[in-house]
């Protein structure tokens, strides 16, 4: 035994034998039995551990923020408070134009490398489009970060306003 735990009187060391010749003390229950309900009052929390009182939802349930806040793309666009993002409306856009971009830059070196020659023209038809999926991969891995980012910022904006925090 430690200094730090001292031995309670009829309790065994531990890993020792449970007293009551290794039966239950509550007959053939390992717990106390049940005992009658609360009626309409909270348990002490200190009585159980793990028990706590539920949290407080008297603010109101929280509802799920809107992207733009009402209003067109145009008008978001120009809210100089920022407080509506145009950024999740915007993304869909920019992957499309990313990707047509991206595709004539691999079909113009495509054309570019068999004018070198030969040799390069089939290489880079081999292997340029690795390249091409790198920078597609690239620029959805940043766009999902921007919306993620927005997602994250609505979501404490919502629940701010519900707290009367904003």
């Known amino acids: 035994m430690s200094e730090n735990t001292p031995q309670q009187p009829g309790q065994p060391p531990y890993g020792g034998q449970p007293p009551h010749g290794g039966q239950p003390p509550y007959g053939d229950q390992p717990y106390p039995p049940p005992?009658?309900?609360?009626?309409?009052?909270?348990?002490?929390?200190?009585l159980y551990p793990g028990s706590e009182y539920p949290p407080?939802?008297?603010?109101?349930?929280?509802?799920?923020?809107?992207?733009?806040?009402?209003?067109?793309?145009?008008s978001?666009?120009?809210?100089?408070?920022?407080?509506?993002?145009?950024?999740?409306?915007?993304?869909?856009?920019?992957?499309?134009?990313?990707?047509?971009?991206?595709a004539l830059v691999w079909l113009g070196g495509i054309v570019a490398a068999f004018q070198a020659s030969v040799w390069a023209g089939i290489?880079?038809?081999a292997f340029g489009w690795i390249v091409a999926l790198v920078y597609l991969a690239l620029a959805r891995i940043t766009l999902e970060f921007f919306v993620a980012v927005i997602s994250v910022s609505e979501k404490v904006n919502a629940y701010a306003r519900r707290d009367g925090v904003s």
């Open 76 to 102: 978001a666009l120009f809210d100089y408070s920022f407080s509506r993002y145009i950024t999740p409306s915007v993304v869909k856009v920019v992957y499309i134009i990313v990707t047509v971009l991206l």
């Open 35 to 46: 005992q009658q309900p609360y009626e309409g009052r909270m348990p002490d929390p200190g």
């Open 123 to 125: 290489l880079y038809l």
């Open 56 to 74: 407080d939802r008297a603010a109101g349930p929280f509802s799920p923020p809107t992207h733009s806040g009402g209003g067109g793309f145009l």
